[in-house]
């Protein structure tokens, strides 16, 4: 095991009907920005509960951060802050909302030329503006980390961010907010996770038995908890297994004395931001090429989640590390998600070389290793068509 620091300081208040709990979380002389995204919440109740406990508190309104949270709407929500003289961001809503929050903790207090630079020049806030978070969808654990990833329009360009600074004070987890959200986005919560989980399990052995343990469990839980939340998302029991899956596949905690990828993250986000592509959905077509691809350098690893999570017991290591890679894929395919680039678009040819020029241009080299080049990336990607 390497070594390692740990410290994740989001207060979680995790349960039923637990948004009434709101207002005790907050400052007593707060002006808070509640920011939210196109409107579900409106329509789902959850704007109302959480305007009845902030009640008697100052508080104003964002609302329109689309999915993906793009820069430009986000800056008048910097105006706001500014003019308003807020002193507290409050984000009720799924990734996008929370992330678009989170750079504006750090936009609110950064005295550099444009807050573009955030993003471009890789600056990590110590100190943002504080914040805490009603999550409505689970699927990304931004409620429980410091990193965020924005939208650009005007540039085709998607770009993480974070720093110390830019934990939530506070996440309120009710996993009733999910009876909700359309199938699509359930699906899409899932398989997030889940590439989560094997962003920071899928690399060499390391010898950190818990760590694997614990990825190998929230996998596991994923697994049992899907076909149920998608076929009745009023059913309390898995919801809450669920949401508490998604929030631990990415608080820091698995990935903690182990290497890690996100190989398949940084490709996909360019998927979206070229094509607009659901995160999640740009996860699903990479992951089993990037697997292939990197079959060598990953097959113990693979070979042991196969047996381990789907129960693979016959053939060599090669044999079992392939034919997880098939489990997981077709897992994908059964929440209704697609693995091919060209089941979502027709404009396909070029993203590969696009992509690997674009990693060149930003000096990247992937992987647990660093080893992956842009040649390898424009390679996984072409396999990904
Ligand atoms: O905008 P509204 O109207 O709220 O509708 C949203 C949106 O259309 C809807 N939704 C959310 N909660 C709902 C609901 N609909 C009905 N009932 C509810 N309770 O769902 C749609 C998608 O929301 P979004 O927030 O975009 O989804 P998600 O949570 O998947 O977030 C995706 C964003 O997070 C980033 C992604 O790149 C993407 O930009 N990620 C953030 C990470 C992080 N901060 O750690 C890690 C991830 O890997 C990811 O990159
Ligand atoms: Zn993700």
Known sequence: MNNF????????????????????ELPEDAKVLMLYGGGSIKKNGIYDQVMNALSGRQVIEFGGIPANPEYAILIEALQLIKEEKITYLLAVGGGSVIDGTKFLSAAAVFDGDTPWDILTKNIKTKNGMPFGTVLTLPATGSEMNSGAVITRAETIEKL?????????????????????????????GITDAFTHVLEQYMTYPIDAILQDRFAESILQTLIDVAPKVLKDPTDYKPAADFMWSCTMALNGLIQKGVPGDWAVHMMGHELTALFGIDHARTLAIIAPSHYKYNFEAKKEKLAQYGERVWSITEGSIDDKAYAA?????????????????????????????????????????LGERQALMPEDAQKIVKMAY
């Open 325 to 365: 890679i098939e489990k997981t894929e077709a897992f994908f395919h059964k929440l209704g998600i697609d693995t091919k680039l060209s089941d979502y678009t027709k404009d396909y040819e070029g993203a590969a070389e696009e992509i690997a020029k674009r990693f060149t241009d930003r000096g990247w080299k």
């Open 160 to 188: 993480a961010m974070g720093g110390p600074g830019l934990f939530p004070e506070f996440s309120i987890l009710d996993p009733q907010v999910i009876t909700s959200i359309p199938e699509r986005q359930l699906a899409n």
């Open 5 to 24: 620091e740990f410290k994740n300081p989001t207060k979680i208040i995790f349960g039923k009907d637990t948004i009434e709990k709101l207002s005790k």
